[in-house]
């Protein structure tokens, strides 16, 4: 009997009102995401905007949908080490693009000074 209440404890249930403001929080970011997309004032971090709300919005589908936030800690290491040196990485990557960028449009190779 012991073993069928330890069971118990460890399983969580969400409840159906919480995956419909899950749901909301979802819409409402896809809608900031398409509005981001259209508002010329915004070009000039229209990148980093749209970033930023897809991982909020991978945040937010990872822990419930997943169910991630009721998983055990050592788990969501495993998840959440990969994610962050893939984050780091493309980070530096886009850093090492838009220095490249702003650098080498006038550089010797186009014959400007």
Do not use: C, Q, W
């Amino acid at each position: 009997m012991n073993g069928d209440t330890d069971i118990a404890k460890e399983e969580h249930h969400i409840s159906n009102s919480v995956y419909l403001i899950v749901g909301g929080f979802l819409l409402v970011l896809t809608a900031m995401e398409i509005t981001v997309s259209y508002v010329h004032a915004l070009r000039p971090v229209m990148v980093p905007l749209l970033v930023v709300l897809a991982i909020a919005k991978f945040a937010l589908i990872a822990l419930f949908f997943m169910h991630l936030r009721y998983e055990k800690l050592e788990l969501n290491i495993i998840f959440g080490f990969p994610l962050t040196v893939a984050l780091i990485a493309f980070l530096a990557l886009m850093g090492l693009f838009l220095h490249l960028s702003n650098h080498l449009a006038y550089g010797p190779a186009f014959g400007l000074h």
